[in-house]
């Protein structure tokens, strides 16, 4: 099985700050990672697919890189919607499963 | 645009089966070349694959739990539906449905039903 490790768990910032959220494969996964974002209460809503690719809607502040076993998600100018948690999901077994990350939680400082 | 519910018991019994339906709106399930499927997290955890099917009706289970999931599609009520047997505390969670790219993700997802396994 492939496990996701996301770094840190959880982060403090202000409105305005930059952000960065790690996801580390235990495996060569290419690019076939997506990021999600959860409020509490509601289900997780797709941000970016295929490392990097916005889904539709998604204020470009969000940003996504990597490929291998390691990938970033880069939220910049913070805003008091964006205090959210944060799942990566990798999708390289896909049908035969998917994994998503612990989550990283993004609180306000 | 495609809209998912979930439906089914918010409370279950140890031992017993839990038995969810996912009914889908704004896309038929058996004409799509998507693939459906459920998705939980406990309370204050994070979130676990259950199974998918596709739209012919293959499906791919969990292997955690592949002994006791089944996942199955009414096509003529465009739902489908989750079994899961031998229920014990640890099922206890938020049920998702989701519907899938063939590339793994999903933009789709039901508002999610608590499931709560007590006696």
């Known amino acids: 099985d492939i496990q996701m490790t996301q770094s840190p768990s959880s982060v403090s910032a202000s409105v305005g700050d930059r952000v960065t959220i790690t996801c580390r494969a235990s495996?060569?996964?290419?690019?076939?990672l997506a990021w999600y974002q959860q409020k509490p209460g509601k289900a997780p809503k797709l941000l970016i697919y295929e490392v990097s690719n916005l889904q539709s809607g998604v204020p470009s502040r969000f940003s996504g890189s990597g490929a291998g076993t390691d990938f970033t998600l880069t939220i910049s100018n913070l805003q008091p919607e964006d205090f959210a948690t944060y799942y990566c999901q990798q999708a390289n077994s896909f049908p035969r499963g998917i994994t998503f990350g612990q989550g990283t939680r993004l609180e306000i400082k | 645009q495609v809209q998912l519910q979930e439906s089914g018991p918010g409370l279950v019994k140890p031992s017993e089966a839990l038995s969810l339906t996912c009914s889908v709106s704004g896309v038929s399930i058996s004409r799509s070349h998507y693939y459906w499927g459920w998705i939980r997290q406990a309370p204050g955890k994070g979130l676990d694959w259950i199974g998918f099917i596709y739209y012919s009706g293959s499906t791919y289970y969990n292997p955690s739990l592949n002994s006791r999931v089944t996942i199955s599609v009414d096509t003529s009520k465009n739902q489908f539906s989750l079994n899961l047997t031998a229920v014990t505390a640890a099922d206890t969670a938020v049920y998702y449905c989701?519907?899938?790219?063939?590339?793994?993700?999903?933009?789709?997802w039901g508002q999610g039903t608590l499931v709560i396994v007590s006696s």
């Open positions: 495996q060569d996964i290419s690019t076939w």
């Open positions: 989701a519907r899938l790219l063939s590339s793994g993700y999903s933009a789709s």
